[in-house]
């Protein structure tokens, strides 16, 4: 299978092209403001440097951090109607109650709290009001709103009534773009809700960008099947993606240490990945990123995704080296993708860490005449500076004292001298598109969070029917059946319930189905 | 402040409340980060809590005991409709024909520290500077109040729907807890309950004292920690009177439910100063023993509270996972938890340890 992975980051979006699993070709290219001149450039390298035409090529899949930007930016967010069915639970914290000002503003703070909803056991807390929908609908319309996020409590163990509403509303606004909460997210009904408010927020952005993404890959001559990634590391098609553009989040750090473990064949290690402006540092076990355990915010948003625990310093290739009469600083502000234009060794008049690398000869960037003039003192304080903050992250990302190797990628890994806090050091082949690997070597999951009474199941039973969930969602989402395989599994029994209810989480993961 | 050593509940101090009160759940007690929202609503609507000390109430006045009673995942997801514990209040009033000058938590510790202050927005009234447990515990008779005679009833449970029901005779504790657990499942797993007024000459003298601005001092202590990066696990250390009794990296964790309670154990491998030892930690809802090397070393009533090394927020004990590095500190509980009438109720042997015999933390110097 020939496979294309791209990695639109802040400062580069790169590319590579894979033949089964072996990269034939990686290239960088500037990220445009725009982003689709930049993945076109990026694409036409790639292909050109493995001398191959776009006909070849099976399948694309990218990574983009697009929606995270236009949620953390607000811009490009819809006006966005939020539709709770509860009532009278939960009427005491409305949705979007815990956002920033500015984002719930920007989206026009339109809510409406609704009958319907369940109990953790399937009972109705109230029935749905077919009546009561279509007034809110008649609102939603004269406030001339497209996206309607739909939320009811416990859909988790029962999407029936987010389901009903969500058609009731459909048939009242045919134009309107309807997210579900179930589709989404799981249990906590806030986080959840909130997942759902962002992603309808992102609904005519989403379509936008897919667009332009099939018209990118079009004007390459590439006609087959794109996907993009997830938070997860694994793949949804084009026209899922459209729907769930929430699902992209915090998809960049993934896909990097996905890319790390798959090109070090290293499947325990840390991983720092310098990029222009931050380094994200995280730690993989078994090949995948470790997950936070906290909820995780996005743009001030909190939610409950599975987001790797990752953490971001401010030291990239494009760093600013300041000496100060405390000594020298490095970061966090950065020329980001302005290095081309501003740093000393492209003709620029700010100093950057990469300046730095040029005038000690580690790297040949740039023109080394242009730094000439910087004194060995300060190149060496800054180096040292820069070492400091590479091992006090090692440090922090290290979650045992058995001595992982640090496995480090991205474009800035000029930056690393040598081992980072004593330990083993990789730089793997192709260390400076390791998050476009990441990209293409994705696979595609199937997710299941829900609770089981276990008084009229056996344990077993109740594994064996959530994993058969997953596999189906697996499948559905574009997995061969033949390769998937249960990579999490999660019980844990509900303190102070009945009937010894359990929550169980599954995870499914399969290959890719091409053809 | 003012003459009575009252002091106004702001907007700013329901974080710092809520980040004490999960430090003192000791694990559980149910995330206060709902309950911290629901009452920055009520202050934001123009509501105004006072924190009052324990003295400042004429010995006939009535103080109201509130808490939500139910399962901490559907807290999260069916949040409250808001009035729950307000209607409990209230029909315990109406039956035992009192009016209450004050309400006072049931726990300190997670979710139940911010239920009074919400009431007490609703109702007008100040919510007392202390509570039942200086902690978190499972059971609704393991309070100070119960355990120093405090009456069962009447006792009153409501829930979002409009239903209360009241306990009108109840023999003891031990039957409120039957009761009142059975109708909050039949009402959803989330209910609010309110118990018999109590005077508050007798709160004053079995409440365990000053433990609201005790969460808030803590809460306070961790933001600052962090806004000035500075290692949150020492700075609690050096102003709680906690200890450091362990740290190291989660190797395992079993976990089992029996009768309604998550009981497990977690395996900790030792790290830093502990590299080497073992650590086990039983938890039933809450962290309950710990030993490092077989030998107990921590043991309820005492506060055992598990940090994130790196970040020191408080772990409970349904986050806990494989990987996870801890710092396990202890904190001595209130000397009204360690007499021997406290132990029948919440000693190791109540929570089905008979071989420990509850040997107390000293308090931990504190500095600056």
């Known amino acids: 299978m020939i496979r294309i992975g791209i990695d639109v980051g802040g400062t580069n979006t790169d590319a590579v092209l894979m033949n089964g699993t072996q990269v034939l070709a990686g290239v960088k290219a500037a990220t445009s403001s725009d982003v689709m001149t930049g993945v076109v450039e990026a694409l036409r390298k790639v292909l050109e440097a493995a001398d191959m035409g776009a006909d070849k090529v099976d399948v694309v899949m990218i990574g983009t951090t697009h929606f995270t930007n236009a949620v953390v930016q607000r811009r490009d967010l819809a006006q966005t109607a939020a539709v709770r069915l509860c009532l009278p639970a939960t009427a005491s914290l409305p949705p979007m109650v815990d956002w920033p000002e500015d984002l719930r503003e920007v989206i026009g703070n339109h809510w409406w709290l609704a009958h319907g909803g369940n109990e953790f056991d399937g009972r109705v807390i109230s029935k749905l009001d077919a009546d009561e929908l279509r007034g809110i609908a008649a609102e939603i319309r004269a406030r001339g709103i497209r996206s309607v996020a739909i939320t009811s409590v416990f859909s988790p163990v029962s999407t029936e009534f987010e389901r009903e509403a969500g058609q009731i509303l459909a048939e009242a606004l045919p134009e309107a773009h309807i997210t579900l909460s179930s589709d989404i997210g799981r249990i906590g009904l806030l986080e959840r809700e909130n997942a759902a408010i962002m992603n309808a927020c992102l609904r005519d952005l989403s379509r936008e960008v897919v667009q332009a993404f099939r018209g990118a890959l079009r004007d390459v001559g590439f006609t087959g099947r794109f996907y993009l990634t997830q938070n997860d590391g694994t793949l949804m098609d084009a026209d899922f993606a459209e729907r769930f553009p929430v699902l992209t989040f915090a998809s960049g750090p993934t896909n990097s240490m996905r890319g790390a473990a798959f090109l070090s064949g290293v499947k325990d290690a840390i991983v720092v990945d310098i990029g222009g402006t931050t380094s994200d540092v995280g730690s993989l076990q078994k090949g995948f990123p470790r997950q936070a355990t906290v909820a995780v915010e996005v743009g001030g948003v909190r939610t409950n995704f599975r987001m790797p625990d990752v953490f971001s310093i401010g030291l990239g290739g494009g760093s600013l080296v300041v000496d100060g009469p405390d000594g020298v600083t490095v970061g966090p502000r950065s020329v980001g993708y302005k290095i081309v234009t501003e740093a000393l060794i492209f003709g620029g008049q700010t100093l950057t860490t990469s300046d730095v690398v040029v005038a000690e000869g580690d790297a040949d960037l740039g023109d080394k005449a242009k730094v000439a003039h910087l004194t060995p003192d300060l190149i060496r304080r800054a180096r040292n500076r820069i070492a400091f903050m590479l091992e006090d992250c090692v440090e922090r990302a290290r979650i045992s004292a058995d001595p992982l190797p640090v496995i480090v990628v991205g474009g800035g890994t000029i930056l690393v001298e040598g081992p980072i806090a004593g330990l083993e050091l990789i730089k793997p082949d192709h260390f400076a598109v390791a998050n476009a690997v990441g990209a293409a070597i994705a696979q595609v999951s199937g997710e299941v969070d829900r609770v089981y009474a276990l008084a009229d199941m056996t344990r077993e039973a109740a594994l064996n029917d959530a994993k058969a969930q997953a596999t189906a969602a697996a499948v559905a989402a574009g997995a061969r059946e033949d390769t998937i395989e249960i990579v999490d599994v999660e019980d844990v029994p509900l303190a102070y319930l009945p009937g010894n209810a359990t929550r169980v989480r599954v995870k499914a993961v399969g290959e890719l189905h091409v053809g | 402040m003012l003459d009575d050593g009252r002091y106004p509940l702001t907007e700013a101090d329901l974080l710092p409340l809520s980040i004490g009160a999960a430090l003192l759940g000791t694990g559980g007690g149910g995330n206060p980060y709902v309950g911290m929202l629901r009452s920055r609503e009520l202050l934001r609507k123009g509501a105004t809590v006072d924190v009052l000390p324990l003295d400042a109430l004429p010995d006939d006045a009535w103080v109201g005991e509130v808490g939500g009673i139910g399962a901490p995942v559907v807290g999260v997801e069916k949040i409250e409709q808001g ?203 809450e962290n309950l023993v710990l030993w490092v090397d077989g030998v107990p070393v921590i043991m309820v009533p005492d506060l055992i509270i598990n940090l994130d090394l790196e970040t020191g927020e408080p772990i409970t004990t349904e986050v806990l996972r494989y990987g996870q590095r801890l710092a396990v500190i202890g904190l001595p509980v209130h000397d009204l938890m360690k007499t021997p009438e406290a132990m029948a109720v919440v000693g190791p042997q109540a929570f089905g340890y008979p071989d420990l015999d509850f040997t107390p933390l000293a308090f931990g110097p504190i500095g600056n």
């Open chain 2, 83 to 285: 009035e729950e514990c307000y209607r409990a209040m209230r029909a315990v009033e109406d039956v035992a024909g009192v009016k209450m000058s004050a309400l006072i938590c049931a726990e300190i510790g997670g979710a139940n520290s911010m239920e009074p202050v919400i009431t007490a927005a609703q109702a007008g009234l100040p919510v007392l500077d202390g509570d039942g447990m200086g902690r978190a515990f499972p059971e609704v008779q393991m309070t100070t109040f119960f355990i120093y005679g405090a009456k069962a009833a009447p006792a009153a449970i409501a829930d979002d729907k409009g239903n209360t029901v009241v306990f009108r005779d109840v023999v003891d504790m031990y039957w409120l807890e039957r009761f009142a657990r059975d109708t909050s499942v039949a009402m959803g797993a989330a209910a609010g309950l309110a118990i018999a007024p109590m005077r508050a000459d007798f709160v004053r003298r079995t409440a365990v004292p000053g433990t609201m601005t005790q969460a808030l001092g803590i809460g306070r202590t961790i933001l600052d920690a962090r806004k000035r990066r500075l290692s949150v696990v020492d700075r609690i250390i050096a102003t709680t009177g906690a200890t450091l009794f362990f740290t190291g990296k989660v190797t395992d964790i079993r976990r089992e439910l029996t009768g309604g309670f998550s009981r497990g154990e977690a395996q900790i491998a030792g790290m830093g100063d502990w590299q080497g030892c073992d650590g086990r930690i039983a938890i039933q809802n």
